[in-house]
């Protein structure tokens, strides 16, 4: 790399070695956990020591997904390779000293089937550098080796079905033991996450033994809500098995199952309707309530005041169902029965009610134009008021906002949609088209981020916390 200039740091038994320039240090590809492949495939993450000259001078894999291209107008990144020994991270950070600056972890999303912690639009060098903090990127497993249900057809040692949960977990307690030889403060970590990786930091307040880990969240369109049921996920497994030709209890079969199998299975077993996948009963992956891996609700773990000393941001975006729409992967609604019967996924036999009064706030719209809506407040707005609001009634903190930017692109067809508030949160527009060069994006990309820079110092992002018919935060 030209300018960068080899530094090695010291912590616990190992010497990582890394790079150094005028932007800052960085230290790639650190193994947190034994590689999951083998006898491991499927299995909870494994702790594992790092020791002697350890190797952190490039990126190593990401999860093992279907990679798709992006429109020309979505954020921009470098790419990255996959492989199913992908449990590593990455650690950015203006100088590993002995500063003891706020530490956040990111955890990245893509629907639990992608996504991964480098080769994406982030500016990390950037964003540590302006925020004088240290950001942390773990890749963790995602699909059906991270997610895939498999106790009830496999036995107690498979019984953790949150493996790509376990595995962020793993990263915590590496970026715990380790963090300050990177100048960082073990004692001041808050986890920032969107969709996918939201909804998994969300999940954590359903784990037991994790609250000296970190200290607050700062949730993107991902609240403590979307947790699926054991007989759900097992019901997906057992499809899953069945057309992968891999009969109940075949550890060999199971292990010997070829990558690419896997992730063509597992497009075939999940829904692809944004409402199917995230309703009560949907074919979806994403955190299982399995009393393994996750011991309750994290919305009874909130309830029970476990977490009241953490505090959480919430948030969301006006049209996240927006996205589905404009890349053509949900079918236009073509009768007010089809509406109601996907409203009814979520409200059952209140359906009805709630299209009436969807009609009153906004008259004369389409029935596309109503199911987004709606399905863009059942699956992020409301469940992430219901998380603050657990939060509060057990004598917590937390703060909303609602990200209402949107593109001038196609007159604005695109609408504030999922994820787009992700990078003006970590503050650089450089590789998002959409927002490239507009004074008002780059004035409220600075606003964003200095509010997570603010949180993650002091747990103040600035404004007022949430109560019940209270305040929140617009970006727009």
Not at 395 to 412: H, K, L, R
Request: proline share 6%; charged share 20%.
């Amino acid at each position: 790399m030209s300018g960068a200039s080899v530094v090695d740091i010291a912590s616990r038994e190992a010497v990582y070695r890394g790079f150094r320039d005028q932007s800052g240090d960085r230290f790639l590809g650190i193994r947190y956990a034994a590689p999951p492949v083998g006898a491991l495939r499927f299995k909870a993450p494994l702790r594992f020591e790092n020791r002697g000259l350890v190797d952190a001078t490039r990126h190593r894999f990401a999860p093992p997904q279907a990679v798709r291209s992006a429109p020309a107008w979505a954020p921009q990144g470098d790419g990255f390779e996959t492989g199913e020994d992908c449990l590593n991270l990455n650690v950015h950070t203006p100088a590993a000293d002995n500063a003891r600056r706020p530490v956040i972890v990111h955890a990245f999303g893509g629907g639990f089937q992608g996504g991964a912690a480098h080769g994406s639009f982030h500016n990390e060098a950037a964003f540590t550098r302006n925020g004088n903090v240290v950001l942390v990127r773990p890749n963790m497993r995602v699909g059906a080796l991270g997610f895939l249900h498999l106790g009830e057809a496999f036995g107690p040692d498979y019984a953790s079905a949150n493996r790509g949960m376990l595995d962020f977990i793993a990263a915590l307690r590496w970026v715990h033991d380790n963090i300050a030889a990177f100048g960082g403060d073990p004692d001041n970590v808050t986890l920032a996450g969107m969709s996918s990786g939201s909804f998994t930091i969300a999940a954590l307040f359903g784990v037991d033994g994790l609250a000296d880990l970190y200290r607050r969240v700062w949730l993107m369109s991902g609240p403590a809500s979307r947790i699926i049921a054991p007989e759900t996920a097992t019901a997906l497994t057992a499809d899953f098995l069945e057309r992968a030709g891999v009969p109940p209890g075949d550890e060999a079969a199971l292990r010997a199952l070829p990558i690419d199998t896997i992730l063509a299975v597992q497009e075939q077993v999940l829904a692809t309707h944004l409402g199917e996948r995230n309703a009560p009963g949907g074919r979806t992956f994403g955190i299982v309530l399995d009393g393994a891996s996750l011991q309750r609700h994290p919305l009874d773990g909130l309830a029970s005041g476990r977490f009241r000393d953490h505090r959480i941001v919430a948030g969301w975006a006006r049209d996240e169902a927006r996205m589905w729409y404009a890349f053509g992967m949900m079918p236009e609604v073509t009768s007010r029965a089809a509406l109601l019967a996907s409203i009814a996924r979520f409200d059952g036999a209140g359906a009805g009610a709630s299209l009436a009064a969807l009609e009153a706030e906004r008259p004369g719209l389409s029935f596309t134009q109503y199911e987004e809506i709606f399905l863009s407040r059942a699956i992020y707005r409301e469940p992430a008021l219901r998380t603050l609001a657990s939060h509060a009634a057990a004598g917590g903190t937390g703060f909303a906002y609602e990200f209402a930017w949107v593109p001038a692109f196609e007159g604005g067809r695109l609408g504030a949609a999922h994820g787009s508030d992700e990078p003006f949160v970590f503050g650089d527009l450089s590789r998002v088209p959409l927002a490239r060069g507009d004074e008002t994006a780059e004035a409220l990309a600075a606003r964003m981020s200095g509010a997570l820079f603010a949180y993650a110092r002091s747990g103040d992002c600035g404004w007022q916390p949430y109560s019940a018919g209270g305040p929140m935060a617009r970006f727009d």
